[in-house]
């Protein structure tokens, strides 16, 4: 009740004062009203500062628009950006060609060759325990086992 009751005090929805040894907890009707007002009036203010901000970055950007002269300069400037992004992205896809000899590749490949050699060796086990489980308990044996499974006989662990 504490947590909650503190937490209507910081947002100023309850009032709170603290007489003697007692913490007494209050909120008129109209204080609720009266708050709320005063956020949507902030609220309000703020927004229209904004609305007032975006029309005068409108009428920046229009202007700059009227004064920016098209000259040869220019033009010359956006052509060689366009050469140069095209460029850019034959020799993005020139690398990407030789990606697999990048050396942190075939290291992450390394690296997954072998968490996959050691999840193979682990399954490998748990077939040869089952195996040897189902020999011990039932008596049959490795081979028929193998055969009404699919377990191919030459089955092994990989080095």
């Given at each position: 009740a504490v947590v909650s009751t503190q937490s209507l005090v910081d947002d100023d929805m309850v009032c709170a004062e603290k007489i003697g040894t007692s913490n007494y907890f209050w909120c008129f009707p109209s204080q609720a009203v009266l708050s709320?007002?005063?956020?949507?009036?902030?609220?309000?203010?703020?927004?229209?500062?904004?609305?007032?901000?975006?029309?005068?970055?409108?009428?920046?950007?229009?202007?700059?628009?009227k004064l920016r002269v098209e000259g040869a300069?220019?033009?010359?400037?956006?052509?060689?950006?366009?050469?140069?992004e095209k460029m850019l992205a034959a020799v993005t896809n020139e690398v990407l060609k030789y990606k697999e000899c990048d050396p942190e590749f075939l290291e992450?490949?390394?690296?997954?060759?072998?968490?996959?050699?050691?999840?193979?060796?682990?399954?490998?086990?748990?077939?040869?325990?089952?195996?040897?489980w189902c020999k011990n308990k039932f008596s049959i044996e490795t081979k028929t086992m193998c055969q009404n499974f699919g377990i191919p006989e030459e089955l092994d662990y990989i080095e």
């Open positions: 709320r007002k005063r956020k949507l009036e902030e609220i309000t203010t703020e927004v229209e500062g904004l609305k007032k901000r975006k029309a005068n970055n409108g009428a920046a950007i229009e202007e700059a628009k300069e220019r033009s010359e400037l956006l052509e060689e950006i366009g050469v140069k992450q490949k390394k690296k997954e060759i072998l968490t996959s050699k050691e999840s193979i060796n682990r399954w490998t086990d748990n077939i040869f325990s089952v195996q040897s």
